[in-house]
């Protein structure tokens, strides 16, 4: 398995509150991405990070922001939690610099609620 | 916009049977199609298809692509309850920061 962990597994936070969540590597991955999911809709991709200081928006990146100042670390953070943002998130991890290989290997997944 | 649309949406069989999942796609500049299973935890990684009449096995799982007809199946053979899983299919393209845009994925259950 790829070393990813994900920070907090569970959180419950109230409407209007930042939040911010954490990935962590330790594969040295290139490529890292930040996916919600949620019933009927399968994964959606939020926001991705192709380097340091690298990223980009996904699918349904509205209320979301990302940072990676590190190679290991890559930050999602709610500006103002919502309840329509309440979902499982995932990270995902994909590129080691050493391969060329397109699959992605995921998180543990974080659950988070607003309320 | 790439497209991934799966079926049937969800699947009951009991242990023993053989089912086949199905995969369609729309993605421009096409690179790969991906196999997942996910439990109730995070997807893990089946089968990465490429080159299109490849077949992939891996012991009683295997998966073809057709990349005339655009569509992909996931065949399991002899179902066992461990099997229960949703099975995620996705696409990625070339110059898409390796990014994957997913299906809704099949709900399988098995009966003992």
């Known amino acids: 398995d790829a070393g990813i962990t994900q920070s907090p597994r569970h959180k419950v936070t109230e409407t209007g509150t930042p939040v911010t969540l954490r990935c962590h590597q330790t594969e040295n991955h290139r490529y890292m991405y930040w996916y919600r999911q949620d019933p009927g809709h399968g994964l959606r991709l939020i926001h991705y990070?192709?380097?340091?200081?690298?990223?980009d928006k996904g699918e349904v990146s509205d209320g979301y922001s990302v940072s990676r100042s590190k190679t290991e670390d890559f930050l999602l953070t709610l500006e103002s939690a919502t309840s329509s943002q309440t979902s499982v998130y995932f990270c995902a991890i994909s590129g080691r610099s050493d391969r060329s290989s397109y699959e992605q290997y995921f998180g543990p997944g974080t659950r988070l609620t607003v309320t | 916009e790439d497209k991934v649309v799966q079926s049937p949406l969800s699947l009951v069989v009991h242990e023993g049977d053989t089912v086949t999942l199905n995969c369609s796609y729309e993605?421009?500049?096409?690179?790969?199609l991906l196999w997942y299973k996910q439990e109730k935890k995070a997807p893990t990684f089946l089968f990465m298809l490429?080159?299109?009449?490849i077949e992939k096995k891996s012991g009683r799982l295997s998966s073809i692509l057709d990349k005339k007809e655009l569509f992909s199946i996931l065949n399991i053979t002899a179902t066992q309850t461990g099997d229960s899983a949703v099975y995620l299919c996705a696409v990625t393209s070339s110059g898409s920061a390796r990014q994957l845009t997913f299906g809704s994925g099949t709900q399988l259950t098995v009966l003992p």
């Open positions: 993605v421009t500049n096409f690179r790969s």
């Open positions: 990070s192709y380097g340091v200081k690298d990223t």
């Open positions: 490429t080159s299109s009449g």
